[in-house]
T-cell receptor, first 110, second 113 residues
Framework: GQQVMQIPQYQHVQEGEDFTTYCNSSTTLSNIQWYKQRPGGHPVFLIQLVKSGEVKKQKRLTFQFGEAKKNSSLHITATQTTDVGTYFCAIIQGAQKLVFGQGTRLTINP | EAQVTQNPRYLITVTGKKLTVTCSQNMNHEYMSWYRQDPGLGLRQIYYSMNVEVTDKGDVPEGYKVSRKEKRNFPLILESPSPNQTSLYFC????????????FGDGTRLSIL
């Protein structure tokens, strides 16, 4: 079935640096969701992208959906310590299965 | 307060002793699902349910059972737990289908000795 590859697995940055995580699929996606999980916490929904080439912003976070709807990215500008956590993308496989990427764990040096 | 409640939060048990992890949501959501989270593997879906009495397998259903007798509850049953089921488990729910934002419980950490 459809799978999604998420890279990188880990990213360590200095506070104030930018951060990007990518999700790639070999097949066209109907939509893609992004979640954030703080250390010791549960995943929290951030956003859903549906349209080809879609770009959405939430303060310092920018989400993009590729033109071919096979890839997506999450970019954080000027990271802050509150951005620490693991970021997951999720896609729908088949009828109603939800498949998550492996996640990108972001750590920040203050 | 809208929430997904899992119990217990932590459990240490032994191989072969049947256990149930409960999940309840108060948002009248149709879609509910269970995930396990292991280091380096992300979140993997175990089972999902689109409504009462409608359940289906996710990616890693072996060794697990579920039931959906009521809309609000979706228990996860391990009939004969084994050490490879030691993991962090999350229940989630959403309106409608899986293409809606998922609301997660706080997680259940299971250790099977």
């Amino acid at each position: 079935g459809q799978q999604v590859m998420q890279i990188p697995q880990y990213q360590h940055v200095q506070e104030g640096e930018d951060f990007t995580t990518y999700c790639n699929s070999s097949t066209t996606l109907s939509n893609i969701q992004w979640y954030k999980q703080r250390p010791g916490g549960h995943p929290v929904f951030l956003i859903q992208l549906v349209k080809s080439g879609e770009v959405k912003k939430q303060k310092r976070l920018t989400f993009q959906f590729g033109e071919a709807k096979k890839n997506s990215s999450l970019h954080i500008t000027a990271t802050q310590t509150t951005d620490v956590g693991t970021y997951f993308c999720a896609i729908i496989q088949g009828a109603q299965k939800l498949v998550f990427g492996q996640g990108t764990r972001l750590t920040i040096n203050p | 307060e809208a929430q997904v409640t899992q119990n217990p939060r932590y459990l240490i048990t032994v191989t072969g002793k049947k256990l149930t992890v409960t999940c309840s949501q108060n948002m009248n959501h149709e879609y509910m699902s269970w995930y396990r989270q292991d280091p380096g593997l992300g979140l993997r879906q175990i089972y999902y349910s689109m409504n009462v009495e409608v359940t289906d397998k996710g990616d890693v259903p072996e060794g697990y059972k579920v039931s959906r007798k009521e809309k609000r509850n979706f228990p996860l049953i391990l009939e004969s737990p084994s050490p490879n089921q030691t993991s962090l488990y999350f229940c989630a729910s959403s309106f409608g289908r899986s293409n809606q934002p998922q609301h997660f419980g706080d997680g259940t950490r299971l250790s099977i000795l």
